[in-house]
């Protein structure tokens, strides 16, 4: 039985969508994730520079 190129050429494009599904969630993830860490970096410097002058 040979797979009709139709059907894997839709396989091949599922398996690209679905990994740019989880590409684009990762890189959200990343954003949040250094947003969260600027935010945090910006309330320790605030504390630091608050405690030394």
Do not use: Q
């Amino acid at each position: 039985m040979h797979a009709s190129p139709l059907s894997t050429s839709t396989a091949t494009t599922e398996c690209s969508s679905s990994r740019i599904v989880l590409f684009r969630d990762i890189s959200a993830v990343w954003s949040a994730a250094l947003r969260v860490l600027c935010g945090l970096s910006a309330v320790v410097m605030c504390c630091v520079v608050s405690l030394l002058f």
